[in-house]
Structure formats: C-alpha cells, structure tokens
DNA sequence: AATGAATGAGCGTTCATTCAT
DNA sequence: TATGAATGAACGCTCATTCAT
C-alpha cells in the first residue's frame, strides 16, 4: 500500500500540535480499519490504538464519519500521488510505461493493507456516499494514465473506446484482490498473473482497433 | 443474483414449520445484508424484517456468525447450483459455452444484489475464516468450468497454466463488480465491457500457449 | 400528588411480568423527574433508582422519551382520574362543588410532587409535543368540570364566556405552583390563599355575567 | 419579555472588551435558554450561536452555572427595572396604576421569550437554589408595588392581608403563562383573559376587606 | 418451536472543565 | 483576553446473548 497523504487535514487547522495529532490518529485509524474491518471500526478502538483519549478523538474528529473519510481519504490521495509519479518517468515508450503501470498495480495488490482496504471500500461505496465519491475520484485519476497510454499505443481508437478499455483493464486488475493478497489462495501466482495481464492488456490496447466494441461478438471465432 | 439454495438449513431439522421458518430468516438476512452491509447487520434487525421475535430468530441461528454463515452459505451455494448448468448445455462449442459462461457472469454483476452482496463477501473474507472457505469453495466450482473449457479450447496448455488463466479470467471479470452495478459509474457500459471480456478473454485462452507464462513478459513488443 | 395511574401501560402488553416492571419504573422514574428535573432525567439514573439493568429499562421504554411520556401520561391520567370522582359528588350545590375543586386543586399545590412536576411539566411541553399535547387533555378535563359548574352558579353566562371564566380561575390556582410548596415562600399561606381564591373566584363566577367581557374595563371604576 | 439589564456583569469587570463579550454572551445564553431549554442549555452551543470559542466562554463564565446565573440575573434585573418605572407613572389614580401593572404583566405573557423563560425559571427554582433566591428577589420587587397600589386602594387592610392579596393576584397572573403564549392554547384570548383579570382583580382588592381572610369562607353564600 | 424478559457490553456523541499557549 | 487541545464522565441507544416459560 502506498503512503499515506495527510496533507488534506493539515490543512485549515490551527497549531502544529493538533496537525501532528491528526495524524497519529489517522494512522490508527487506518490500522484498525486494516484489522478488523469497517464493520469494528470505531473510535474506541482508534483511541486505543494510539494511546489517546476518546474525548481527543471526538474533537479532531467529531464523528465516526469525519475518521472515516479523512482516513479514506488520506489513502486514496497518496494513490493518487503515486499516478502522477509515474506519468513523469521519461524516456520509456507509451507500452512500457502502459507494462510499469500493470506491474505497479498488480504488485501493490500482494501487500496485506491494500487487498484487506479496497474490498472494503468498494463494501463501504455501497452505502456511503462520501466514501463511493472518493473511491471514483482516485479511481479516474488511476485510469487518465491507463487512457493517455492507449491513445499513444492504438492512436486509432476514439476518446469513448479508449475509456472502455482502460476501465475494462483497470477493473480487471482490481478484480484480483481478493485472490492474490497475504494468506490467499493465489498468493503465490501474483508474478505468473502479472505477466498474463501485461500480455493479455497489452494485446487488447494494441488490437482492439480493428474491431468495433459495439459488434465485437460477431467476429469471434467461436466454432468448435 | 441467482436464487437461494435453502436446503443446507433444511438439512438436520426436524419438523416442515422449522424449515419453512428458517428460510424466512435467510432471505431476510440477505436483505438486510445487502441494504444495510455487514457493519450494520444485527438479528435484530433481521427479525423486524420478517416479522418474527428476536428470540426466536436466536432459537434457530444461536449466533450472530451462525445466521452470517447460513445466508452466506444459501447463496453462494445458489450459485454453484447455476454453474453445474452450464456445463450441462449440450450442442455447443468449448467457445461458445465459454463466451456463454462470460456473459452469465457480467450480467449478474449488473444486478443489485452481486454488486453488493460480493463486495461485501471479499471485505468479510479477510476477517471471517469460514466466509473466506465458503468464497473459495465457489469460487473453484466457478472456475472448473472455465479452466475445462480453456483445455478444450486450447488443448497444449498443462495444468497449471489452465488453471492460472482461469483464475485471471474469473478474477477480472469480479474486479468489474464495484463499478457496473446499479447507479454505478459504467452501469451504462456492461455490454461493452462484455463485448471485450469475451473478445479479449477468448483471445487469451486460445494465445497464452504460444508462450510460456513465467517467460512471457520477454516477448512483448514494447519497442516506442 | 394524585397516585399514578398505571393503566394505559399495562394495555397491550403482555406478561404480568412485564407489567409489573413496567410499572416499577414508571415510579422510579416519576421520583428521578422531581428530585432531578427533566434536566438530569435519565434512562441510567431511574434505572439505577429501581436496581434495573439499563439494557431492561430501554427494553421496556426504548428511548428516552418513550420513559418520559410514559410517566407523564400515568401521572396525568392519576388527576384525571381523580376529576372525574370529585364530579360525582352528589347532595351538593354548584357553588359547594365549586369551592370543592378550588380546595382540592390548591391543597394539591401544598405537596411537593406536585409543586416540582407541574413547571417541569409546563417547561417541558414548550419544547416537547407530547406533553404538550397531554397537558392540553389533562387542563382541558380539569376545567370541564369548573365550567360546567360555572355554568350552573351562573347560567346567564354563554358558552365562551364561561370558557374564558373557567381558563381564568384554572389557570389563576395553578399560578400559585412555584410559591406555595414545601419549602417555598408563600408555603404556610397556603390555607389562606385558598381562601381567597374561593371568595375571589366564586364573585366571579356570579358577578361576571353583568358586564360583556371584551367591553369589562368600561366598567371599571378607576377614579382616585 | 424585559430588555436584558447587562449592568451587572459589566461591574467588576476591567476592560471595555470584556464587557462587551460578556454581554455578547448572554444574549447568546438566552436565546440557547428560550429555544432549547434548561435541559439542553450548554456552554457549546452557547459559544457556537455567538461565534466564540468554548474557551473564551469559559474564560468569562467558568462553570456552566457561572454562565447561567449571569444570564437569569440579567433578566429579572431588566424586569426589576421596569417595575421600578411604573411606579414614577404621575397623574394616575392607585386604582389606574393598578390596572396599568396587570396589563402590562399580562401583556408580557403574550411574548414568546417570557411564555418560556419563567416555566423554565420556575423548574429551576426547585433544584437551583440560586435560582431559587434570585427569582424570590424578582417577585418581592413585583409584588411591593401591587401591594403598595392595594393599600391606597383599600386602606383598611392590614399589611398581612395587603402582602396575602398581593401574592395571590400575581400568582395569578403568572399562572396563565403556560397557556397564553405564542402557538398555545389560549393566546388569542389573552385580551379578554386581561380583562377579567383587571376586573377581578379590583374588585378583590376594593371588597377584600369586609372579610378577616382567615375566615373568609363563612361569609361564602353556597346554598344551591 | 416460539416468545418476552433481562443483562451487560460497546459505541457515538455531547459536555464541563482544565490547561498551555 | 482569547483559543485550541485534551481529558474523563455521562448519556442514549443498539446489540448479542441467555434464560424462563
């Protein structure tokens, strides 16, 4: 998982020491939440964790949501982060950039805070709106550079075709999270599935042109 | 989502009134699951939604796990049952029934339910030991299916590789589910995405032996 | 005080077990609101008064004001009550009736039950619908019985006029609430405020007819 | 409802900011006091309807019953005042004075700050003994004027009897508050109630007389 | 098989108060 | 004079669980 960004709640607050508290509780919060799930997540449990009173809790972050989302959003941020990093590196091709971003993403999803803290805020997206809106946002920026390097690596496809297939591969990724984390069945196959996605993803932006998504079934070879 | 498979409960239960009962119980269960999620799942809440006492819900689901446990286990069994299908339908191709099992995948992710019931299922799995064997349970009957069709369609590839390309190929499609399902931001796109599922996922299967899977990321052509 | 009246909680419920303690906690619950104010009336603090779990008294009154509502409507079902006895009261003229309510009405002001419950009652209901309403009910019964006598110790009186006499001496008496309880300034005058406000009243009653109220100050003879 | 008297805090005070705080405060502390009640009055939502912080609340008013005290003096000091300027009233008769305090003390109950500000004052009264004694202050100011107006109006009563029928006809008036204010049941007939309330009023203090009090109730004509 | 009663724990939240700055 | 930080207590409420009937 990557870093936590905990620029977003030091802004607007006041004294130094209230900064550095936040963010103690965050990280916290985000251990709890890695732990034991939303479902147990609560501010007792985050107090206790970092050694706080409740009450100190309570008033840098009034409610359970307020924790929530700046937890959230502390992770999702220091995604987006990371996106913008790689955009950057200069000097390799659109496919190799396209083959780092799938190595990066796939990598990170061997780590045990990221495939316990998705399947838990796509779980969490189904019932709270805030959380469901930080997911897409990070989730947009994940796919503008998936999109960029399949507009450089198939200039034929159009702006809504490259979008489908960047979503299409973007969640295709995602989907392996519950299978290939820490203690998961396919824990060990996470280099062999990495390298069938770059293969497999980077076919699909390279040939994707030459058929039309909307009539795509009609030029599949399907005889047995 | 596919119907509840209620006959694991009815096993081991003496008289009809205690079946139909607990029946009663499971599909309130799983509504409350999918309108509420796990963190506000309660037995309480479960038996306003049937109408029936708290006591007598704890009567037949003694815990709150056991009730967890029981609707997990009708639908994802409900599931099983849908595959074991498929692989009944006669007269077509090892493709056609592959692209045939894609699509009966992807249009379930459309639904309301899937779209929350399995996000709920993976976060559960990380902290519920016996909902991470029922998730695996399924998920190796969804993948049988897959991975006989992938030798049928591909008869050079051994085991292993199969299996592996299985895996990737049920996995994506998975990932698809925080992002198809009702109100979502693609719901509009899932016959797209179908499309190139079925394209790129066939493309794959009948491709994957030309190159050896733990080598294969030498081959791509990633020259700019 | 009047005693409570414990019936309408009784109604529609089911255990004699249950009642009972239903019944325990509608008096602890009256002895918390006067010894602490609706201020510091609390679930934990009549729960502890009549050595009940917390989690029983929310069993049987769910919320906070649900116990609240519940003791206000047995104590003012208690006066009603008692009302509707003193109306029956036969072999007495409409005067003695009268003066009859008057002194049964201030004597009640003497005790401290009611000196206490009655302004907590009137705070309460401008900021609580419900006991507003049920305060309503209960004045509205109280006076019944005064207009009704009103309009026999004078039956020149129309309807309204009689309302606005009845209102004017009703709530006169219970003016005399947060000066005459135990304890309070005017607590040994008792006897003789009384006595005015039977003398002053009973003039009313008889004299008010001789003059239009909405025109009454005409009459008034205010020379020095 | 009065004017605030603001006098008090500002005494013993040293800077004109700190006067001017505190009065900020108080006026914050009513409104909180009128909207939410005693049962939901606190420092915090004090300092957010002024926009100070709870520390700087706090700083001026240490405890919650510093704050509370402050504000009720405020108030029946500017209630004090006003009585104290009726008195000046020249060129009136004792009996047009007279009337002149019941119309105003009537009036005021017509308001929406004083309909709710004295049943809250009231309850306190019983379990805030400074409350208790500054509201005793409050009434003994009110009543010294009706009982001065009562004695030139009926020489002959003694200073008991004038202190006994004094007591009685504010009691009464007061005893209308719960039922005349904004939204209650009676307000529309608070002109009327007025009346009634002059009439009776002087006819009590004129006729009272002819009766010792203590044996007032001989002289009643109960005969049906 | 079913229900109501009862308990005790945990949680989110509000709050009065204290303190350092 | 003013403010933010911090604490600890209390409260309303929900809940899982147990038990007697």
């Known amino acids: 998982m990557r870093d936590l960004n905990l620029s977003p709640p030091l802004d607007g607050h006041k004294s130094a020491k209230g900064r550095s508290t936040k963010s103690i509780i965050l990280k916290a919060a985000l251990e709890i ?53 790689i955009a950057k590196d200069a000097g390799l091709s659109a496919a190799e950039k396209f083959v780092s971003i799938i190595d990066m993403i796939m990598s990170d999803l061997g780590t045990k805070e990221t495939s316990i803290f998705f ?20 989730y947009q920026r994940a796919r503008a550079h998936l999109i960029e390097l399949i507009g450089a690596i198939n200039p034929a496809l159009n702006k809504t075709d490259r979008e489908l297939v960047g979503v299409f591969i973007s969640a295709s990724m995602e989907g392996h999270t ?34 039309d998504i909307a009539a795509m079934r009609k030029g599949l070879k399907l005889a047995s």
């Open 33 to 85: 939440f890695i732990e034991h799930g939303y479902g147990e997540f609560s501010i007792q449990k985050v107090a206790a964790r970092c050694s706080l009173s409740r009450g100190n809790v309570s008033y840098h972050y009034p409610t359970r949501d307020d924790l929530l989302h700046g937890m959230v959003d502390a992770v999702l941020q220091g995604y987006i982060d990371d996106f913008d990093d």
């Open 119 to 138: 399947p838990e805020l796509w779980a969490l997206s189904n019932h709270n709106a805030y959380a469901l809106a930080e997911m897409n946002k990070m």
């Open 178 to 211: 519950p299978f290939v984390g820490p203690g998961k069945e396919w824990e060990k196959s996470l280099p062999k599935l990495t390298n069938i996605a770059a293969y497999s993803f980077l076919h699909l932006a390279k040939s994707v042109t030459k058929n």
